[in-house]
């Protein structure tokens, strides 16, 4: 079988069919291997995950897929409720600031226009 892969890879225009069927099989298989090498990444990414969950049993290629989503969800849960909490604490924070700014302003505000509405009941007017 290697005379016949060289002889098609020397000229791959005379039998196109013929190259592709001799690779396919072997592009095949490293695609196999770029995923289980990513599976095995996951799986030691992951391991403390793992060893809470299933602590004694093998774990099958689905198993950790399926576990990785279940933690990626949980990542992302958790991420939202974060910038939630950084948003009320930034509206909080804004709402403070605007509070102590118009106090710093204007700190006679309050008194004065209760000293004006008082004045201006109390005043006399002939009409």
Same mark, same amino acid.
């Not at 098609?8 to 069919?17: C, G, K, L, S, V």
């Given at each position: 079988?290697?005379?016949? #892969?060289?002889?098609?890879?020397?000229?791959?225009?005379?039998?196109?069919?013929?190259?592709?069927?001799?690779?396919?099989?072997?592009?095949?298989?490293?695609?196999?291997?770029?995923?289980?090498?990513? #599976?095995?990444?996951?799986?030691?990414?992951?391991?403390?995950?793992? !060893?809470?969950?299933?602590?004694?049993?093998? !774990?099958?290629?689905?198993? #950790?897929?399926?576990?990785?989503?279940?933690?990626?969800?949980?990542?992302?849960?958790?991420?939202?409720?974060?910038?939630?909490?950084?948003?009320?604490?930034?509206?909080?924070?804004?709402?403070?600031?605007?509070? !102590?700014?118009?106090?710093?302003?204007?700190?006679?505000?309050?008194?004065?226009?209760?000293?004006?509405?008082?004045?201006?009941?109390?005043?006399?007017?002939?009409?």
């Amino acid at each position: 079988m290697a005379p016949t #892969i060289t002889a098609a890879m020397a000229n791959p225009q005379e039998h196109p069919t013929l190259t592709h069927k001799l690779r396919k099989p072997l592009v095949e298989k490293l695609r196999r291997e770029r995923i289980n090498s990513c #599976i095995e990444q996951l799986k030691s990414l992951l391991s403390p995950e793992f !060893l809470k969950q299933q602590p004694d049993s093998k !774990l099958d290629k689905a198993d #950790i897929l399926e576990m990785t989503v279940c933690f990626l969800i949980q990542l992302q849960q958790q991420s939202q409720q974060q910038r939630n909490r950084l948003n009320n604490l930034n509206k909080m924070q804004t709402s403070s600031d605007e509070n !102590l700014r118009e106090a710093d302003l204007f700190p006679l505000s309050s008194t004065v226009q209760i000293g004006i509405t008082k004045d201006n009941s109390a005043l006399w007017r002939p009409w």
